[in-house]
């Protein structure tokens, strides 16, 4: 059959979705199916990398740090995506990745179309966009449009169960397959560095991640290991970190990098002492299970973790089975405890590669992209089984 996924971010570029929605092509290609993903083009130096789908971009509109991010750039990927999904071949099923507005497009073409479609909700957009707007009228509106593209979707595919409470809780009755998250272990591996005396923040650093606790919990680290450093790979509010961070006088000592693809990062966490992540409080989303945790492990590299939801528990879990790394509160005291914990003591190699192999044993993305696959093909079966076939 042939298979569309939707997204306004797809592989090479770099960030969680990409790697997840390329994985899921892979698998659905290695059951035997087309696969035509419609996105947007890429960034300048980058080309689209097919795998065996054919790959589709148009333009579109990105943000000062060339992310497709904010009502403008979505509404350039998602006016030209009307007509797009509308004249394009005709699929079995549609997979597509937010924002809503992405949603509510897929909705009314696919119900044109009767096509059916899975809603990846990865987490509850509404409930981020509380953070960054004071306007009501906004979070209406857009809990409205988010509710509507979910209640059309035939089934919805999520990281954790804590997503799929609040889903119920929004009135969401469509079913939701928990299917987890993981890591790229074919990008993601253990491989031998030097060791550096750098902890390493990769990914992407919104309101809602809160790293700005990090910076005065590396100034309290230094007080005792003046050589470490942090490094911070990815897109965010960058102006605001670093004019914190000269303001703490620690503006020497952390250093700002473009968002690079898996085969970039992979070196920076090899010799890392431990990667970092945070998740805010109180903001709505404390729900929310920080994925980069996984690409970070399957290299072998320990995480801290400062923050609500389920990540905390994920790490307790994972370090009864290898040195997965430290949960601690969102508490600049607590963060430089933890890092300075590592940094005295920092994993032997023999150590990386057994969190490298337990991870890749059990939180491969590759697991992950099948489960979806599998959610895919059963509504894809579902919608072409005839009437009255299924009792």
């Known amino acids: 059959?042939?298979?569309?996924?939707?997204?306004?971010?797809?592989?090479?570029?770099?960030?969680?979705?990409?790697?997840?929605?390329?994985?899921?092509?892979?698998?659905?290609?290695?059951?035997?199916?087309?696969?035509?993903?419609?996105?947007?083009?890429?960034?300048?130096?980058?080309?689209?990398?097919?795998?065996?789908?054919?790959?589709?971009?148009?333009?579109?509109?990105?943000?000062?740090?060339?992310?497709?991010?904010?009502?403008?750039?979505?509404?350039?990927?998602?006016?030209?995506?009307?007509l797009r999904l509308l004249f394009t071949r005709r699929p079995a099923v549609v997979l597509m990745e937010p924002p809503p507005t992405t949603g509510a497009v897929v909705r009314i073409v696919?119900?044109?179309?009767?096509?059916?479609?899975?809603?990846?909700?990865?987490?509850?957009?509404?409930?981020?966009?509380?953070m960054a707007t004071g306007s009501r009228v906004v979070i209406r509106v857009l809990?409205?449009?988010?509710?509507?593209?979910?209640?059309?979707?035939?089934?919805?595919?999520?990281?954790?169960?804590?997503?799929?409470?609040?889903?119920?809780?929004l009135g969401i009755d469509r079913p939701v397959t928990v299917t987890g998250f993981g890591a790229d272990t074919s990008e993601f591996t253990v491989t031998r560095a030097p060791a550096s005396p750098v902890f390493v923040y990769a990914g992407s650093y919104s309101v809602w991640h809160g790293a700005e606790v990090l910076l005065p919990a590396l100034v309290q680290l230094r007080t005792t290991?003046?050589?470490?450093?942090?490094?911070?790979?990815?897109?965010?509010?960058?102006?605001?970190?670093?004019q914190r961070a000269r303001e703490l006088g620690i503006g020497d000592a952390v250093e700002f990098l473009e968002a690079v693809p898996p085969a970039q990062l992979a070196p920076h966490l090899a010799g890392a002492v431990a990667t970092l992540a945070t998740l805010k409080p109180g903001t709505g989303y404390d729900y929310a299970f920080t994925s980069k945790a996984y690409s970070s492990l399957a290299a072998g590299c320990p995480v801290i973790f400062a923050g609500p939801g389920p990540t905390a528990a994920f790490l307790h879990d994972a370090n009864r089975h290898v040195r997965a790394g430290a949960a601690v509160a969102y508490d600049s005291a607590a963060i430089a405890e933890a890092m300075r914990a590592f940094a005295d003591s920092p994993?032997?190699?023999?150590?990386?590669?057994?969190?490298?192999?337990?991870?890749?044993?059990?939180?491969?993305?590759?697991a992950v992209a099948r489960r979806v696959a599998a959610v895919v093909e059963s509504v894809a079966k579902t919608a072409a089984a005839p009437r009255g076939a299924l009792r």
């Open 225 to 242: 290991h003046p050589r470490h450093r942090l490094r911070v790979i990815g897109n965010g509010e960058r102006a605001a970190l670093q």
């Open 143 to 169: 809990r409205a449009v988010e509710r509507f593209a979910m209640r059309g979707a035939a089934s919805l595919v999520t990281i954790t169960q804590g997503v799929v409470d609040r889903v119920r809780q």
């Open 347 to 366: 994993l032997t190699m023999p150590e990386r590669e057994a969190l490298g192999a337990w991870t890749a044993a059990e939180h491969s993305m590759a």
């Open 110 to 130: 696919c119900g044109i179309r009767r096509i059916p479609y899975v809603y990846d909700a990865a987490d509850v957009w509404s409930d981020a966009a509380d």
């Open 1 to 82: 059959m042939l298979v569309t996924i939707v997204s306004r971010i797809y592989r090479p570029e770099p960030a969680s979705a990409s790697f997840f929605l390329g994985s899921v092509a892979d698998a659905l290609l290695a059951d035997g199916h087309d696969v035509d993903v419609l996105t947007a083009r890429l960034p300048r130096g980058m080309s689209p990398e097919e795998r065996g789908e054919r790959v589709r971009t148009f333009p579109v509109l990105r943000d000062r740090n060339g992310y497709v991010r904010g009502y403008l750039p979505y509404l350039s990927f998602d006016v030209p995506l009307a």
